[in-house]
Nanobody
Framework: QVQLVESGGGLVQAGGSLRLSCAAT????????MGWFRQAPGKEREFVAL????????VYADSVKGRFTVSRDNAKNTVYLQMNSLKPEDTAVYYC?????????????????????WGQGTQVTVSS
């Protein structure tokens, strides 16, 4: 069994920063990529960022580009999402997810269906 455990969410003022962590526990899995998604009340879950586990290459949604940074620590089996210059519209539950499969189309990784394992989510609230 694989578990993804997120932490680091909370309440922050606009312009502030938070760092989310996602630790993978349980049996070892050969993941292709780790993704971060978020879901605001009444909205669909949306892609935020991803990191390829082997190469470390990253992709970001336009809405967070330049403000968020995704990184990984292979030894700790952990992926991070550093969020700077936070805005009220960043308020959501943030989820990390692991994709085991490989696709040549990077856009496939923007969809929830590409991911096999999900964390429980952590709430991020940005006040204005």
């Amino acid at each position: 069994q694989v578990q993804l455990v997120e932490s680091g969410g909370g309440l922050v003022q606009a312009g502030g920063s938070l760092r989310l962590s996602c630790a993978a526990t349980g049996r070892t899995i050969s993941r292709n990529a780790m993704g971060w998604f978020r879901q605001a009340p009444g909205k669909e879950r949306e892609f935020v960022a991803l990191i390829r586990w082997s190469s470390g290459s990253t992709v970001y949604a336009d809405s967070v580009k330049g403000r968020f940074t995704v990184s990984r620590d292979n030894a700790k089996n952990t992926v991070y999402l550093q969020m700077n210059s936070l805005k009220p519209e960043d308020t959501a539950v943030y989820y990390c997810a692991a994709a085991l499969g490989n696709s040549l189309r990077i856009s496939d990784y923007f969809t929830v269906n590409m991911y096999n394992y999900w964390g429980q989510g952590t709430q991020v609230t940005v006040s204005s």
